[in-house]
């Protein structure tokens, strides 16, 4: 069973909940070579998310945004402020969405349904780019 792995910097972004399924897939071309496998996709950041949801309509991405600050708002009596009103509510929601994402593989593509991708959930106003390591093993074609 081969293996393969990279680091992909995805470039910074505004807070948001973004679509990087093709910046991921750019990276790991190697997924063609597998009949059957996984990829697994794990965010180096405490304070940014990945998520996989509906990559086709754009206000998806904005309710996500609305949903998930009235779920975590700013206005909380946080202790952790050392970085800004923003720092620690960016926690919470990255706790809550997850730090990876696993993808099944089938015949050399994920196996994802029709409608969906992989987000980078950015829940920092003025964040730097952010470090996915990107892994997939399987059954070579």
């Known amino acids: 069973m081969p293996w393969f ?3 992909v910097r995805l470039a910074a972004r505004r807070r948001g909940f973004h679509l990087v399924t ?10 063609e070579s597998l009949s059957v496998g996984l990829l697994h996709v794990f965010i180096q950041h405490t304070s940014a998310s990945l998520t996989i949801n509906e990559d086709a309509d754009p206000d998806v991405r904005v309710d996500f945004e609305t949903a998930m600050n009235h779920a975590v708002p700013e206005s909380l009596p946080y202790v ?3 970085e800004g009103p923003d ?3 960016a926690h919470v929601k990255a706790s809550m969405m997850g730090s ?3 993808i099944p593989i089938a015949n050399g593509r994920l196996a ?3 409608w969906q991708g992989i987000y980078l959930c950015e829940h920092r106003n003025r964040a730097g ?5 990107v892994t997939a093993w399987g059954e070579a074609r």
């Open 112 to 114: 994802t349904g029709t």
């Open 87 to 89: 720092d620690m509510p």
């Open 129 to 133: 780019s952010r470090s996915v390591v």
């Open 5 to 7: 792995q990279t680091t």
């Open 80 to 82: 952790h402020t050392m």
């Open 100 to 102: 990876s994402v696993s």
């Open 22 to 31: 093709d910046e991921i897939l750019a990276a790991i071309p190697e997924i």
